[in-house]
């Protein structure tokens, strides 16, 4: 259990820090701004913005109704004008252009807008920047980037006369815009002009701004003015901007301690919206260079006035529809439902699959909501981040890991689904941006493939040492038999042609009372590794092991001269390991007999209930057994049939007599294999013609003269077990002739 948990977690880790390092991969990073973050604002839908922020469209529209060129470029700048007198008649609170005036037109024109905008006392304009790649500055260069190459500035007759003019540079198609900048760096940090625009929205937070800094660092307070209208009134408010970011980049824990001094301050409701917005003030000073946009929606849903509408504000008869503008920010520039090949579109999360997309004053509009609102889209803290992808990856491995496929891929595509629904929720009411792609695209599959590819690594492993052990019990063939179909295995089977070698041990019983349990183990494994190496050696296999005895087979189709030979030279060469071993053990001896036959045989598997044994069966086995037995009457090592022997050349064998095996009813003729007939020395070959000489007169009943015959044979080997076995049994046969007609066949009633 502990191994499997051990195991599970491993998997898990594994997955949580694949996780972190692709985290790091811009090409990852990329996949959650486009795919993870597109696939939250989907799930949020639109939203309602505030109505604090108006876009007025310079639009084809109105250049229909204005009988004006569509190019807002050669727009007469008196219609600004007039759109400035009209908005102030109206109460806005700033004027925003998103609009480059860069050169001179018509000199009348140029005068009566730059009239307007002096007397309007609150119009920022926007700086033209020709631009290359740099990254944001919390991206890690994953998303669009850009280098600022020329700053270009207002047409000094018009600049002059705006509060201030600034830069609002954004990544062209086919870029996705994802983020904004604040500060826009490489243009000299010069703050942008939706921060300025907000700046002096915010212009009566302003004194509570400086007295809070106050509070928290009563030196850096007297480096600023005590109010802001010094600044507005001298076109200095963009550099004040600088000095105050300035200051906050000086002291990384400002922004924290003033927002810790807010917290701790009134917050009755007469309080709740000022606090609220030194508190964004405080963030966005504070805070990052670069922020991640919060969409309201497609194209106009931030509140939009056509350009020619908004010129019909100073007659109230014929303003129709048109909404309340006192207190509030309006930002002009090229706003309507355009293709991308257009000016000024943008690529965002709900850029339409035909083609529409955002003007950028509307992004312009949109980062001032927010940051009105103090919404934008907040990515979760780096640490957090981490925490959750390994924490992620350690759930996902270990739920995978210690699951069926079928649970695992559930229990993750579950998983994942509450983990959108939660990440969505929390995007929904806070603008906490969770990680999507890495976890869910990622984690989510590897963890379950991962988790798969492993457990059949370890079930294939198992396999294989189930195979191995299953080899030291049965053939290969009936490993892969198993292996393929359990169900059938019980009647699984065949006639094959087939030699059984059966071997025992003599005296087996009486040497098991001598030894304890382990040590006849140990002295049994010893055997058996050397006489199955013959075995093995000549092809053979080991099918059936009992304590002293073991049955090895080799088997074909049909008879073959091959086979038989094979298994003779086998039994010659365990008897010969025998004697090696034998030789290794002291004071201890395992003779040993050996039994040789062939035949038909049916090898399969044998059994019922739950427990079954592959071998073989049939009279095959069963002589080649008996045979092994009557090695104990003869007082031989190996005995051959005649079915096993015939016509085999470079074997010296004898034949030994005919017997009527115990439960047979065909007699059988046997061999004694001696050896090979190489190795063989005349003496051996002479003992052998005796023999044969001796078994013709005893078959002929000639008693004394097979007796004769074979105490010769004896002369030649002392050890020859058949002619002792004969010559007993001659004298028997003297005493008390066989009855019956006689054929030389030796009935033994024993096994």
Same mark, same amino acid.
């Given at each position: 259990?502990?191994?499997?948990?051990?195991?599970?977690?491993?998997?898990?880790?594994?997955?949580?820090?694949?996780?972190?390092?692709?985290?790091?991969?811009?090409?990852?990073?990329?996949?959650?701004?486009?795919?993870?973050?597109?696939?939250?604002?989907?799930?949020?839908?639109?939203?309602?913005?505030?109505?604090?922020?108006?876009?007025?469209?310079?639009?084809?529209?109105?250049?229909?109704?204005?009988?004006?060129?569509?190019?807002?470029?050669?727009?007469?700048?008196?219609?600004?004008?007039?759109?400035?007198?009209?908005?102030?008649?109206?109460?806005?609170?700033?004027?925003?252009?998103?609009?480059?005036?860069?050169?001179?037109?018509?000199?009348?024109?140029?005068?009566?807008?730059?009239?307007?905008?002096?007397?309007?006392?609150?119009?920022?304009?926007?700086?033209?920047?020709?631009?290359?790649?740099?990254?944001?500055?919390?991206?890690?260069?994953?998303?669009?980037?850009?280098?600022?190459?020329?700053?270009?500035?207002?047409?000094?007759?018009?600049?002059?006369?705006?509060?201030?003019?600034?830069?609002?540079?954004?990544? &062209?198609?086919?870029?996705?815009?994802?983020?904004?900048?604040?500060?826009?760096?490489?243009?000299?940090?010069?703050?942008?002009?939706?921060?300025?625009?907000?700046?002096?929205?915010?212009?009566?937070?302003?004194?509570?701004?400086?007295?809070?800094?106050?509070?928290?660092?009563?030196?850096?307070?007297?480096?600023?003015?005590?109010?802001?209208?010094?600044?507005?009134?001298?076109?200095?408010?963009?550099?004040?901007?600088?000095?105050?970011?300035?200051?906050?980049?000086?002291?990384?824990?400002?922004?924290?301690?003033?927002?810790?001094?807010?917290? &701790?301050?009134?917050?009755?409701?007469?309080?709740?919206?000022?606090?609220?917005?030194?508190?964004?003030?405080?963030?966005?000073?504070?805070?990052?260079?670069?922020?991640?946009?919060?969409?309201?929606?497609?194209?106009?849903?931030?509140?939009?006035?056509?350009?020619?509408?908004?010129?019909?504000?100073?007659?109230?008869?014929?303003?129709?529809?048109?909404?309340?503008?006192?207190?509030?920010?309006?930002?002009?520039?090229?706003?309507?439902?355009?293709?991308?090949?257009?000016?000024?579109?943008?690529?965002?999360?709900?850029?339409?699959?035909?083609?529409?997309?955002?003007?950028?004053?509307?992004?312009?509009?949109?980062?001032?909501?927010?940051?009105?609102?103090?919404?934008?889209?907040?990515?979760?803290?780096?640490?957090?981040?981490?925490?959750?992808?390994?924490?992620?990856?350690?759930?996902?491995?270990?739920?995978?890991?210690?699951?069926?496929?079928?649970?695992?891929?559930?229990?993750?595509?579950?998983?994942?689904?509450?983990?959108?629904?939660?990440?969505?929720?929390?995007?929904?009411?806070?603008?906490?941006?969770?990680?999507?792609?890495?976890?869910?695209?990622?984690?989510?599959?590897?963890?379950?493939?991962?988790?798969?590819?492993?457990?059949?690594?370890?079930?294939?492993?198992?396999?294989?040492?189930?195979?191995?052990?299953?080899? +030291? +019990?049965?053939?290969?063939?009936?490993?892969?038999?198993?292996?393929?179909?359990?169900?059938?295995?019980?009647?699984?089977?065949?006639?094959?042609?087939?030699?059984?070698?059966?071997?025992?041990?003599?005296? +087996?019983?009486?040497?098991?009372?001598?030894?304890?349990?382990?040590?006849?183990?140990?002295?049994?494994?010893?055997?058996?590794?050397?006489?199955?190496?013959?075995?093995?050696?000549?092809?053979?296999?080991?099918?059936?092991?009992?304590?002293?005895?073991?049955?090895?087979?080799?088997?074909?189709?049909?008879?073959?001269?091959?086979?038989?030979?094979?298994?003779?030279?086998?039994?010659?060469?365990?008897?010969?390991?025998?004697? &090696?071993?034998?030789?290794?053990?002291?004071?201890?001896?395992?003779?040993?007999?050996?039994?040789?036959?062939?035949?038909?045989?049916?090898?399969?598997?044998?059994?019922?209930?739950?427990?079954?044994?592959?071998?073989?069966?049939?009279?095959?086995?069963?002589?080649?057994?008996?045979?092994?037995?009557?090695?104990?009457?003869?007082?031989?090592?190996?005995?051959?049939?005649?079915?096993?022997?015939?016509?085999?050349?470079?074997?010296?064998?004898?034949?030994?007599?005919?017997?009527?095996?115990?439960?047979?009813?065909?007699?059988?003729?046997?061999?004694?294999?001696?050896?090979?007939?190489?190795?063989?020395?005349?003496?051996?070959?002479?003992?052998?013609?005796?023999?044969?000489?001796?078994?013709?007169?005893? &078959?002929?009943?000639?008693?004394?003269?097979?007796?004769?015959?074979?105490?010769?044979?004896?002369?030649?080997?002392?050890?020859?077990?058949?002619?002792?076995? +004969?010559?007993?049994?001659?004298?028997?046969?003297?005493?008390?002739?066989?009855?019956?007609?006689?054929?030389?066949?030796?009935?033994?009633?024993?096994?």
């Amino acid at each position: 259990m502990l191994s499997r948990v051990i195991k599970a977690v491993s998997l898990g880790l594994l997955v949580g820090l694949t996780g972190l390092v692709l985290s790091y991969v811009p090409f990852f990073h990329e996949l959650e701004e486009d795919v993870g973050l597109g696939l939250l604002f989907k799930f949020r839908g639109g939203g309602q913005p505030p109505a604090d922020a108006v876009v007025v469209s310079i639009d084809k529209e109105s250049a229909e109704q204005l009988n004006i060129p569509e190019n807002p470029d050669k727009w007469a700048r008196s219609l600004h004008a007039r759109l400035i007198d009209n908005l102030i008649r109206a109460g806005a609170a700033v004027i925003t252009f998103d609009v480059h005036f860069l050169e001179p037109r018509v000199a009348e024109d140029d005068k009566l807008f730059a009239q307007a905008i002096s007397k309007a006392g609150n119009v920022v304009l926007a700086d033209a920047l020709s631009a290359k790649e740099i990254p944001f500055a919390n991206t890690g260069g994953a998303v669009p980037e850009h280098r600022v190459v020329k700053f270009l500035k207002p047409l000094p007759l018009l600049g002059s006369a705006a509060v201030a003019t600034a830069p609002f540079v954004l990544p &062209r198609i086919p870029f996705k815009v994802n983020q904004y900048w604040t500060f826009q760096t490489g243009a000299g940090d010069s703050p942008t002009f939706p921060i300025v625009a907000y700046q002096i929205f915010g212009s009566k937070a302003y004194g509570d701004f400086i007295r809070l800094l106050e509070k928290v660092r009563p030196s850096l307070a007297g480096k600023l003015p005590p109010a802001l209208d010094t600044a507005i009134k001298e076109r200095k408010l963009v550099k004040l901007m600088r000095d105050i970011k300035d200051l906050f980049e000086s002291d990384g824990a400002l922004a924290r301690q003033m927002i810790e001094e807010l917290e &701790r301050s009134d917050s009755s409701a007469e309080n709740r919206e000022k606090n609220k917005m030194l508190a964004t003030l405080v963030k966005l000073y504070g805070g990052s260079n670069s922020r991640y946009v919060n969409y309201y929606g497609s194209p106009h849903t931030v509140t939009t006035i056509p350009f020619y509408r908004a010129l019909q504000l100073a007659d109230g008869t014929k303003s129709g529809n048109l909404p309340e503008l006192k207190g509030k920010a309006v930002f002009v520039g090229l706003s309507e439902r355009i293709l991308a090949e257009r000016k000024d579109s943008f690529y965002t999360v709900f850029s339409q699959a035909n083609g529409v997309f955002i003007g950028g004053v509307e992004i312009a509009a949109t980062a001032f909501l927010n940051m009105l609102e103090d919404r934008p889209v907040n990515p979760i803290d780096s640490q957090y981040y981490l925490l959750l992808i390994v924490l992620w990856g350690v759930l996902i491995g270990s739920i995978c890991r210690t699951s069926s496929i079928i649970i695992g891929a559930t229990s993750a595509v579950v998983l994942s689904v509450v983990y959108f629904v939660f990440a969505g929720f929390q995007f929904k009411t806070a603008g906490t941006w969770f990680p999507i792609v890495v976890p869910l695209f990622i984690q989510s599959p590897l963890g379950f493939v991962g988790a798969v590819l492993w457990n059949y690594v370890e079930t294939n492993k198992e396999r294989q040492q189930i195979r191995k052990a299953l080899a +030291y +019990y049965v053939p290969d063939e009936v490993v892969d038999q198993l292996a393929k179909n359990m169900v059938d295995i019980k009647n699984s089977g065949s006639m094959v042609y087939g030699a059984c070698l059966f071997a025992d041990v003599a005296g +087996y019983t009486t040497l098991s009372e001598k030894m304890t349990p382990q040590q006849l183990s140990d002295l049994m494994h010893k055997y058996f590794e050397a006489t199955f190496e013959p075995v093995k050696k000549h092809g053979g296999i080991v099918v059936n092991l009992k304590g002293d005895s073991f049955l090895a087979i080799w088997k074909a189709t049909h008879m073959e001269d091959g086979l038989r030979r094979q298994a003779c030279l086998a039994a010659l060469d365990v008897a010969k390991a025998v004697h &090696r071993f034998n030789g290794t053990v002291e004071n201890l001896d395992l003779p040993t007999r050996v039994g040789v036959h062939s035949g038909q045989i049916f090898l399969g598997n044998i059994g019922a209930g739950d427990h079954y044994e592959y071998g073989p069966t049939g009279d095959t086995v069963n002589t080649a057994s008996r045979m092994d037995g009557l090695n104990k009457y003869l007082g031989t090592e190996v005995l051959a049939s005649d079915e096993i022997v015939q016509q085999l050349d470079g074997l010296l064998t004898r034949e030994v007599g005919k017997f009527m095996l115990k439960g047979k009813t065909q007699p059988m003729v046997v061999h004694e294999l001696l050896g090979r007939v190489d190795e063989a020395d005349d003496k051996q070959k002479k003992s052998c013609e005796i023999f044969a000489e001796a078994l013709g007169a005893f &078959r002929k009943q000639s008693w004394d003269e097979a007796m004769e015959k074979f105490h010769q044979a004896i002369e030649y080997s002392e050890t020859d077990g058949p002619a002792r076995f +004969y010559i007993k049994l001659c004298e028997e046969y003297k005493n008390k002739p066989p009855e019956g007609p006689w054929d030389g066949v030796i009935p033994l009633e024993e096994k």
